[in-house]
């Protein structure tokens, strides 16, 4: 199994920029397809961005494509959540996931891991 630990949130205002990581132990960290999800006050987890194995394929909601950007260093067991032109509505608490068969890239039930995550607040 892979812990994980989130790290890099915090508070900024509309239009600034953030970088979340997510940091592996335990587990061969190239086995696991890794996911970020947010959850806001009231409202279900969405997802937020997917990245594959190797790191060659990516997937993004609509919400955050051409603002957001995941990428991963395997060799430092480490996924990045690059934020950029942040809005208020980006404010959520993020999570990063984990999963060695990755059947459903989109939906919190297709992974095994999950982090505590970080919070995100973006003031307008």
């Known amino acids: 199994q892979v812990q994980l630990v989130e790290s890099g949130g915090g508070l900024v205002q509309a239009g600034d920029s953030l970088r979340l990581s997510c940091a592996a132990s335990g587990d061969t960290f190239s086995s696991y397809v890794i996911g970020w999800f947010r959850q806001a006050p009231g409202k279900e987890r969405e997802f937020v961005a997917a990245?594959?194995?190797?790191?060659?394929?990516?997937r993004y909601a609509d919400s955050v494509k051409g603002r957001l950007t995941i990428s991963r260093d395997n060799a430092k067991n480490t996924v990045y959540l690059q934020m950029n032109v942040l809005k208020p509505e980006d404010t959520a608490v993020y999570c990063c996931?984990?999963?060695?068969?990755?059947?459903?890239?989109?939906?919190?039930?297709?992974?095994?891991?999950w982090g505590q995550g970080t919070q995100v607040t973006v003031s307008s």
């Open positions: 990245i594959s194995w190797s790191g060659g394929r990516t």
């Open positions: 996931a984990a999963s060695r068969t990755a059947p459903y890239w989109t939906k919190p039930a297709g992974y095994e891991y």
